[in-house]
C-alpha cells in the first residue's frame, strides 16, 4: 500500500489570493496545446497568432462548457442550492464531455472564420488535447477528487477523509491512459499521411474506450451513485456516444483520400 502524498491543493497564497494547484493545471495544457500547435500551424495554413486566437477560443470553450456540463450532469443540485458555486473553479468540478462541447463549438465558429474545413481543424486540434487532460487529472489527483474503489493490489492508497482502506489512484490512471498513451497514439498517428476525420475518430474512441473502462475502478460521484446493475455509471453513459460517433468516423474516413499535408 501506498501513501497518499501531502499535497497542499492550494500551490501559491498571498493573503487572501490563493493559486490552485487545479487551476495550474489548465495552465499547463493551455501552453502545451499552443506550443504544440504553433509546431504544426503551417500545416493548415494558420500563423503562429492564429494559434493563439485558437487556443484563447478553445479555453473559453473548456472552461465554460465544462463547468456547464458538470452542473448539468453531476451538480444540478448543488448549483441550486448555492448560484455562485458555478463560478468557483478552481474548488474543481468539472465535465469533460460539457468541455468538449464547448471546443467543438469554438473549433465550428473559428473553422468558419478561417475558411477550413471543420473535420480538419479538429483532426489539428485532436493531438494538442490530451496533455491538458493528463494535466487536469493530476489536478483531481492533488485535489482529493475522484477517488477509486477500495482494492488489494500495491499501489493502492488511502484517500483523505474516506477511512485507511486502500483505494485505487484512479484519476493517475486516467492521466496516464487519456494524457500519456492518448498523446502519443495521436501525435504519431497525426505525423504521418492518412485520411481526413481519422485523427478526430481515433481520439474519441481512444478517450472513451479508456474513460469507460477506468469508471470500472472509479467511485460514481456520490449523490449519483450507480445508474443500473451496480455497476453502469454516469460517466459510463457520456462516453457511450463519444466511442460510437468515432467508430463512425473513422468508418467515414476510410472513403476520404489520404492528405499528406495536414
Known amino acids: 500500500m501506498l501513501s497518499y502524498p501531502d499535497i497542499d491543493p492550494v500551490a501559491i497564497s498571498l493573503g487572501p489570493f490563493q493559486v490552485h494547484w487545479y487551476g495550474l493545471m489548465y495552465v499547463v495544457g493551455f ?20 494559434i493563439g486566437d485558437l487556443i484563447f477560443y478553445a479555453a473559453i470553450g473548456v472552461v465554460v462548457g465544462g463547468r456547464l456540463g458538470y452542473a448539468l450532469f453531476y451538480g444540478m443540485s448543488q448549483w441550486l442550492a448555492d448560484p455562485l458555486w458555478i463560478f468557483r473553479v478552481w ?26 474545413a471543420f473535420i480538419t481543424l479538429t483532426d489539428f486540434v485532436a493531438p494538442l488535447v490530451p496533455i491538458g487532460l493528463g494535466a487536469g487529472r493530476i489536478g483531481n489527483f492533488i485535489n482529493h477528487e475522484l477517488p477509486g ?3 488489494g493490489l500495491p499501489w493502492g492508497m488511502p484517500f483523505p477523509h474516506m477511512g485507511p482502506e486502500p483505494r485505487h489512484p484512479s484519476s ?57 446493475f451496480g455497476w453502469v455509471t454516469m460517466g459510463m453513459l457520456l462516453t457511450l456516444p463519444m466511442i460510437a460517433a468515432g467508430i ?5 474516413s476510410r472513403r476520404q483520400p489520404v492528405d499528406a499535408e495536414v
Not at 36 to 49: F, K, N, W
Not at 93 to 106: C, I, P, Q, R, Y
Open 149 to 151: 474503489r477500495i482494492t
Open 31 to 50: 501552453v502545451a496545446a499552443l506550443f504544440l500547435g504553433r509546431r504544426r500551424a503551417e500545416r493548415i495554413g494558420l500563423t503562429r497568432d492564429d
Open 172 to 228: 493517475l490512471y486516467e492521466a496516464l491512459l487519456e494524457g500519456a498513451v492518448l498523446f502519443v497514439v495521436l501525435w504519431w498517428v497525426s505525423a504521418r499521411p492518412r485520411r481526413r476525420g481519422l485523427v478526430s475518430g481515433l481520439f474519441l474512441v481512444l478517450y472513451g474506450t479508456f474513460r469507460f473502462l477506468v469508471e470500472f475502478v472509479r467511485l460514481p460521484d456520490a449523490h449519483i451513485g450507480y445508474l443500473a
Open 91 to 116: 474548488d474543481g468540478g468539472m465535465s469533460f464531455h460539457g468541455g468538449l462541447v464547448g471546443v467543438l463549438l469554438a473549433a465550428l465558429w473559428f473553422a468558419r472564420k478561417k475558411g477550413l
Open 248 to 252: 463512425a468516423l473513422i468508418a467515414w
